[in-house]
Nanobody, 127 residues
């Protein structure tokens, strides 16, 4: 069983930066993905950024391209999301998720592709 724990959320002013972390209790599927998703009140959960564990390939939602960066430290079973130039519309609960073992993923930004989820960390962008 993979357990994920997010940390690093908080309150930041518009234009500011924040880094959130996701630590797993064990290595995730080597050919799978780890992703960051977010959900604002009254809205559906959406994919923000994903990274493929074996080759480090990344994907981003259009709304965050050029502002957010996802990276991983495999030795620490940890994935990071660096968020720059934050906007009020980035305010949401941010969740980390990992795909299941041996799952063949067709859309790595689709939350339904992910099996393991963390509890989330709140990010609020406000002056």
């Amino acid at each position: 069983e993979v357990q994920l724990v997010e940390s690093g959320g908080g309150l930041v002013q518009p234009g500011g930066s924040l880094r959130v972390s996701c630590e797993a209790n064990r290595p995730t599927y080597s050919r799978g993905f780890v992703g960051w998703f977010r959900q604002a009140p009254g809205k559906e959960r959406e994919g923000v950024a994903t990274i493929k564990r074996d080759d480090g390939n990344t994907s981003y939602a259009d709304s965050v391209k050029g502002r957010f960066a996802i990276t991983q430290d495999i030795s620490k079973n940890t994935v990071y999301l660096q968020m720059n130039s934050l906007k009020p519309e980035d305010t949401a609960m941010y969740y980390c998720a990992a795909t299941g073992f041996y799952r063949v993923v067709t859309d790595n930004l689709d939350p339904d592709e992910y099996t393991y989820w963390g509890q989330g960390t709140q990010v609020t962008v406000s002056s």
